[in-house]
Nanobody, 121 residues
Framework: VQLVESGGRLVQTGDSLRLSCVVS????????MGWFRQAPGKEREFVGA????????YCADYVKGRFTISRDIPKNTGYLQMNMLAPEDTAVYYC???????????????WGQGTQVTVSS
């Protein structure tokens, strides 16, 4: 299974951005997709996750109300919609797959290469 993120770029504070994650090369009928981010010098942190089939999803408290997660099953694509971006959201954003809906990073086994999001003040 391969995951490819896209959509990251330089934006200004308050802007919105949507990241995409295309999954190919396998099936994941009972998996979940998670989104993580890693800022320079910091550990990778959980942003949110979505159950691929049921659509249940949730986001970390520090992005709740600003970020939302969705997926398009026929397109094998997951999305991370980010609104009201702030400089502290600057990071490389990754998508990953897990066998269940979880925020535990160790449960995610397939990862994309990441896409850079930079928010200028």
């Amino acid at each position: 299974v391969q995951l490819v993120e896209s959509g990251g770029r330089l934006v200004q504070t308050g802007d919105s951005l949507r990241l995409s994650c295309v999954v190919s090369g396998g099936t994941f009928s009972s998996a979940a997709m998670g989104w993580f981010r890693q800022a320079p010098g910091k550990e990778r942190e959980f942003v949110g996750a979505i159950d691929w089939n049921g659509g249940n999803n949730y986001c970390a408290d520090y992005v709740k109300g600003r970020f939302t997660i969705s997926r398009d099953i026929p397109k094998n694509t997951g999305y991370l919609q980010m609104n009201m971006l702030a400089p502290e959201d600057t990071a490389v954003y990754y998508c990953a797959l897990a066998p269940l809906l979880t925020k535990v990073i160790d449960r995610y086994g397939s990862w994309g290469q990441g896409t850079q999001v930079t928010v200028s003040s």
